[in-house]
Nanobody, 125 residues
Framework: QVQLVESGGGLVQAGGSLSLSCATS????????MGWFRQAPGKEREFVGA??????YVADSVKGRFTISRDNAKNTVYLQMNSLKPEDTAVYYC????????????????????WGQGTQVTVSS
């Protein structure tokens, strides 16, 4: 069983920045695929980004604004969000998979086995 704990959400004005963290248990963190997803009210959970041994991927909607990174020594993955827009408002979830993926294979919610509890990000206009 892998546990994930997100932190760093909050309220920010449009154009501002937030950094989310996701601390993960597990002895083989460095081999995990780590993903970030978000879900706005009334919408389906959507892919934001992922980092795997195959590379780092971000959705077109956040490309150039959001960056994913990881610190294997701390078993933590980060999501740096800049130039935030009101449409970025959502609950953000991190997720983990022990199975390799690359490219669009990492975009699939079904690829991930464990999920965090989510953290709210609200961007005011």
């Amino acid at each position: 069983q892998v546990q994930l704990v997100e932190s760093g959400g909050g309220l920010v004005q449009a154009g501002g920045s937030l950094s989310l963290s996701c601390a993960t248990s597990g002895r083989t963190f460095s081999s995990y695929v780590m993903g970030w997803f978000r879900q706005a009210p009334g919408k389906e959970r959507e892919f934001v980004g992922a980092i795997s041994r195959g590379g780092t991927y971000v959705a077109d909607s956040v490309k150039g604004r959001f960056t994913i990174s990881r610190d294997n020594a701390k078993n933590t993955v980060y999501l740096q969000m800049n130039s935030l827009k009101p449409e970025d408002t959502a609950v953000y979830y991190c997720a983990v998979s022990a199975r390799y993926c690359s490219g669009y294979g990492c975009y699939d919610r079904g690829h991930y086995d464990y999920w965090g509890q989510g953290t709210q990000v609200t961007v005011s206009s």
